[in-house]
């Protein structure tokens, strides 16, 4: 049995694991949940991931593995995506643990307000400040520390490159101006560029 | 040369690695790090890390760390607190992100304007109920998930029973009441009976 991805047609964090599957040529079975109808909230749903959160993995063994990051680490163990040295595996950890904390709880409700459901941005006017400004600094943040450097973390294209690229590359929708983060628009090319990439609307059929 | 660990007394993120540490027998240069007084602010550690932030490692071969929950997994590697089954090192991931986007997000400020710097208090009046309110439904979630389980993940004591319990057993000190979550607390019994257990203010000298 092939392992199965629950996923959001759209997702920032949905893209990770698929584009994780797609460039190590895995296969695995897509199962869409449309977040916009309550299809994460339904009983049956729930009964496969109590949290109600995509994405979701269920391994070939049967096996839960709740956020995105993690599944795809998971996905990525025993491929370059991941090296062996150890000070280079935590540094991946660290960079996905500021995505999780620093870009993606601003950029993606951003996002969503503006570009994903714009009918209810009104309703959400007060927070957008805060997102954009809070979003900025992680991407003035992540600027910075690409500046100097080819890939996020050791030599080469890991998977802390696809966990940080996840939203960053999705910020213009946002509001955010991209334009102002020249290291980040290079690297967003060499990501680009990887065997095997494909993007979004490609990795999520909706 | 041994590893060097920049930690901040008192801070439940600085705790995890030197825990880690402690149950893992290994040793360590502590550095400590004011940043009631501004130190991780200054000139000079800004030069070790340009984020300004602790806890934060260098290695014994000079490279850096960041975020509490990376260096604790990479100095819990090759122990039993990282077991080789790659799904279960997937969940303690899992529960890292969990804990750094529910709980410390809340907990931490919680607890710093209420039991740190209680002069600031009124300053943060306004935030104070969100992060109370989001924190609770974070230990809700952590209690609801531990009510039939001895540790967080797999079979037995890892590195996300140490990211988890970081902040959730200083959540009292920021006005949250644990017993309200009886499965955590029984949790935290578990932790603290661990071989090698010692308390914050033994591992963190002020």
Redesign the interface.
């Known amino acids: 049995m092939a392992h199965k991805l629950y996923y959001a047609p759209g997702s920032g964090n949905s893209f990770k694991p698929a584009l994780v599957l797609r460039q190590t040529g895995q296969t695995c079975t897509f199962q869409k949940v449309d977040v916009l109808t309550g299809e994460s909230r339904n009983a049956e749903f729930l009964k496969i991931n109590?949290?109600g959160q995509v994405p979701y993995l269920i391994?070939s063994?049967g096996?839960g593995?709740?956020?995105s990051?993690?599944?795809a680490?998971?996905l990525a163990?025993?491929t370059s995506l991941v090296p062996d040295d150890?000070?280079t595996?935590?540094?991946i950890?660290?960079w996905?643990?500021?995505e999780?904390?620093s870009l993606e709880?601003n950029i993606s409700p951003a996002r969503f307000f503006t570009h994903i459901v714009p009918s209810l941005r009104d309703q959400h006017a007060a927070e957008l400040p805060g997102w954009l400004e809070a979003g900025s600094r992680g991407l003035g943040?992540l600027d910075?520390y690409l500046y100097p450097r080819e890939f996020m973390v050791g030599d080469g294209y890991t998977v802390a490159d696809i966990a940080v690229y996840g939203y960053t590359h999705l910020a213009e929708q946002g509001g955010f101006e991209l334009a102002r983060y020249p290291a980040v628009g290079r690297w967003m090319q060499r990501v680009q560029s990887t065997p095997g990439y494909a993007n979004l609307d490609a990795l999520l059929p909706s």
Chains 1, 2 share one sequence.
Request: zero cysteines; glycine letters at 6%.
């Open positions: 109590s949290r391994t063994d096996r593995i709740g956020e990051n993690a599944i680490w998971y163990q025993g150890p000070v595996r935590a540094q950890l660290q996905m643990i500021f999780q904390t709880p943040i910075e």
